[in-house]
Nanobody, 120 residues
Framework: QVTLVQSGGGSVQAGGSLRLSCEAF????????IGWFRQAPGREREAVLT????????YHADSVKDRFTISTNNAKNTAYLQMNSLETEDTAVYYC?????????????WGQGTQVTVSA
């Protein structure tokens, strides 16, 4: 069983940066895909960035291209979401997720979510 614990987030002005962390307990990210998702008020949850533990199959939403990056430190069992040039439209609850490779986009394991608020 994988437990994901998030940290980071908070409030920032537009143009600022934040980094979110997602630490895995119970096992490592090896052989897993890792994803960052977000859900804004009144909107459906959307995938922001996803990647396999070894860097394969990277995906990013068009809205975060060249601003957000995903990375992993397998030695620390931690994934990161670096968010730069934040915009008010990035305000949302952000979630990390993990799924064993080969299981498709089931995303069986989720972090607790963390609020990111970007003010003008």
């Amino acid at each position: 069983q994988v437990t994901l614990v998030q940290s980071g987030g908070g409030s920032v002005q537009a143009g600022g940066s934040l980094r979110l962390s997602c630490e895995a307990f119970g096992r490592t990210f090896v052989n897993y895909a890792i994803g960052w998702f977000r859900q804004a008020p009144g909107r459906e949850r959307e995938a922001v960035l996803t990647i396999d533990y070894n860097g394969g199959h990277p995906y990013h939403a068009d809205s975060v291209k060249d601003r957000f990056t995903i990375s992993t430190n397998n030695a620390k069992n931690t994934a990161y979401l670096q968010m730069n040039s934040l915009e008010t439209e990035d305000t949302a609850v952000y979630y990390c997720a993990a799924e064993r490779l080969g299981n498709g986009n089931k995303w069986s394991h989720w972090g607790q979510g963390t609020q990111v608020t970007v003010s003008a």
